[in-house]
């Protein structure tokens, strides 16, 4: 495996196809597209979900693949402690700590497609009690080449660079910083349509995407056992082709607090805000009015998880109480009971509302679907969106049996109802 959606081909129930050279679909319990609208997926904690088209750029989503510590998928709905748009699932891509990544790491790799796959990393001492690490990769790609001499063969590239630290301030407090810089790039070759004659004609599309991001975590631990935690990011890109020109920047702050168990009950509580720019640019395809635009969300998340018999029985019930600047206020509660009669066996249950909302393309704005040649003139075909759209909310029954036996192996058997309607 060379990159994260590869790595995602191994997880049942999660649907991987590759478009292109750098373009992916991915899903979870199917409804496939290259803007899967209804997985939310982010990295240590920082969605990477994009407000401005509804889904992820896979292109522009990588890392070390040496440095990924695990990646949890849930497939199903989530939105109770993740928020909207986790209706199909849930993907969270963790990254090791620097301690576990000390010393020198050179890779390299080449194919008959991947021509080239290169990486370093190196993890130095960061003073007492703290660790560091410094990465850089670049991949390139070749395709099919065209029957046009004029184009030859497509070719994607992709240049990052990055780094973390770890620190231990004091018994109590752990602090994490990390960022990443990157770019990437597509020379491709299509058939784009026009209102000219002859209504259409072979092009190269020298796409790019750039951009950078930086994350820091704080967290507590309090002398009754409870955990604090405080996690903040800036997320800049900017993405360029044929068919879209913009550019989106994301501030997001975030406050989590866990309570221990007391009584049977351990309870959380979440708050966070998140403000989004974004700033199109016409394209001969889409356009989106207004050009450039704020918007933003804010939530309170509440969890309760009690143990009805302890270490056999527990029931859950959280409830995010979520605000955006397009719909207004939404809900998006859960119920979920889990029975582990024994270490090998567990059976749950959960009943959950999740909310899809419409992405700021789907607000205001209008695609070049096709051009019909007449006789006569020319007829567009657009697809024109409304801003009257409202929330996508789905209602979801999951139950299912998972298992595990001494030589190791596991298996689950889950099942999903779900009733969705759209506003």
């Known amino acids: 495996m060379t990159s994260i959606p590869e790595a995602l081909r191994l997880v049942p129930g999660v649907q991987v196809q590759r478009v292109g050279l750098s373009t992916w679909a991915i899903s979870a319990r199917g409804f496939n597209n290259v803007y899967a609208n209804k997985l939310l997926v982010m990295i240590d904690g920082r969605s990477v979900y994009s407000p401005v088209v509804g889904g992820v750029f896979w292109d522009s989503q990588d890392t070390l693949i040496e440095d990924i510590d695990r ?62 690490r410094v990465y850089g990769q670049e991949k390139l790609r070749s395709g099919a080449a065209t029957a046009d001499p004029r184009f030859g063969d497509s070719r994607w590239s992709m240049t990052q660079a990055g780094f973390r630290g770890d620190w231990t301030l004091r018994d109590s407090d752990a602090l994490t910083v990390q960022g990443d810089v990157y770019r990437s790039g597509i020379r491709s070759y299509g058939f784009i349509k026009t209102l000219t004659p002859p209504f259409g004609s072979m092009e190269l599309d020298r796409a790019e995407t750039w951009g950078g991001n930086l994350n820091a975590r704080w967290e507590h631990s ?17 993405k360029g082709s044929v068919l ?17 168990a007391i009584r049977r009950h351990e309870l959380s509580l979440g708050l966070g805000a998140r403000m989004i720019a974004d700033q199109y640019q016409g394209s001969k395809f889409i356009n989106v009015v207004p050009a450039g635009d704020r918007y933003g969300m804010q939530h309170i998340t509440l969890e309760d998880d009690y143990g009805v018999i302890p270490d056999r029985v527990t029931l859950s019930a959280a409830a995010r109480f979520e605000h955006n600047s397009f719909t207004g206020w939404t809900v998006q509660p859960t119920l979920r009971l889990l029975y582990t009669p024994d270490k090998k066996h567990s059976w749950w249950g959960a009943l959950s509302r999740s909310v899809r909302t419409p992405s700021r393309g789907e607000l205001g704005g209008s695609v070049l679907a096709d051009v019909i040649p007449t006789q006569t003139i020319p007829i567009a075909a657009q697809v024109i969106t409304s801003t009257g759209l409202g929330n996508e909310v789905g209602t979801s029954f999951e139950a299912g049996y998972g298992g595990n036996s001494a030589r190791g192996w596991s298996w689950t058997a889950p099942s999903l109802l779900r009733a969705c309607k759209g506003s």
């Open 244 to 260: 879209i020109n913009v550019g989106v920047q994301t501030g997001d702050i975030e406050y989590q607090y866990r309570r221990p």
């Open 71 to 132: 990646i949890e998928v849930l497939r199903g709905p989530g939105a109770a402690m993740w928020g909207a748009n986790a209706v199909n699932g849930v993907i969270n891509i963790i990254t090791k700590p620097a301690v576990r990544t000390q010393g020198a790491l050179v890779t390299i790799g080449s194919g008959s497609e991947d021509e080239a796959v290169i990486g370093f990393r190196q993890g130095i001492a960061a003073g007492k009690q703290g660790y560091f």
């Open 222 to 238: 309090h002398r009754d056992g409870g955990l604090s935690v405080i996690q903040t990011y800036f997320d800049s890109v900017q």
